[in-house]
């Protein structure tokens, strides 16, 4: 099944890839875009973003078969509640939130009976945002992970068709793992590079030398990484604070190990564990 009208609600990175992938794939689907700010509903009508851009919710959703939350995940639930009346019958409402169980918790009580919720996280991204960063490529061999949490198969099932037409593989998977796969793979590793970042300037600070300036491959891709937007991660941590400090502890675990082997002089064990990670490194190649 295809949509015949597709609601981008946020006009951010994801959301403007989601309307480039989508006129790349050919779709015959109507789009019709909202943004929060004047400005940014001026860039996307500038930028030829979506078919139309609206300039009140209620607009956007209007007959729309499926609305995607392409939005802070703090914001998704007031966003919810006010379009909730406005709402097709039969239609989907997703969203494309870096956490899902708060995600879940803000939106699902406001999805009136006969509308279909069906969660979703492409796991693709850049650090840039705004409606001028988005790229019809971004979806292209990523996953996307879908979490029906008790929407029926068929609204699933469209949804991943939708999906796959932009690139991306997809994958259903529950709320929990959800949420523990992301710290692990990119919440933590996020914070770590804002951590390394701010030691990096505090140690300038502190000594008034130069330290970024020199900064090599890897720590270019720290501060790379910590460009991400603000917004959009402070949500991050305080949607999925349970896992987030979970997977943190057994990281802070690991690295008391370490730090223990190089204050002990153990190179064997620095050694064997720089050897496990690089065959792991190998085994994803
Ligand atoms: P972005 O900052 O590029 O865009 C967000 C858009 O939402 C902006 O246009 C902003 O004006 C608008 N907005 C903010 N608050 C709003 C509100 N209350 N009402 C209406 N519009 C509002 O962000 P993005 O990277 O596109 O992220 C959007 C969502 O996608 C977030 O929930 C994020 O967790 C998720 N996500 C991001 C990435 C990534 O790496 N950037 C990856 C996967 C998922």
Known sequence: MTYRKVALI?????????????????????????????????????????????????????????????????????????????????ATVTDVGSVKRAVIEAVRPHIPEGVHFVPAHPMAGTEHSGPDSGFASLFDNRWCLIVPDGAPDAATAALEDFW??????????????????????SHIPHLIAYTMVGVADDLRRVSDQEVIKFSAAGFRDFTRIAASDPTMWRDVFLTNKEATLEILGRFTEELFALQRAIRTGDGDTLFDYFTHTREIRRGIL
């Open 164 to 185: 796959h037409a932009l690139g991306a593989n997809t994958e259903r998977m529950d709320v929990q793992h959800h949420d523990l796969v992301c710290a692990v793979v």
């Open 10 to 90: 946020g006009l951010g990175l994801i959301a403007s890839s989601m309307y480039w992938a989508m006129k790349r794939a050919g779709m015959e689907t109507h789009v019709s875009g909202y943004a929060r700010s004047e400005k940014t509903r001026e860039t996307a009508r500038r930028l030829g973003l979506c078919d139309v851009v609206c300039d009140s919710l209620e607009e956007v959703v209007k007959d729309a078969d499926l609305v995607v939350l392409a939005v802070p995940v703090g914001a998704m639930g007031g966003i919810a509640e006010t379009i909730a009346p406005h709402l097709k019958p039969g």
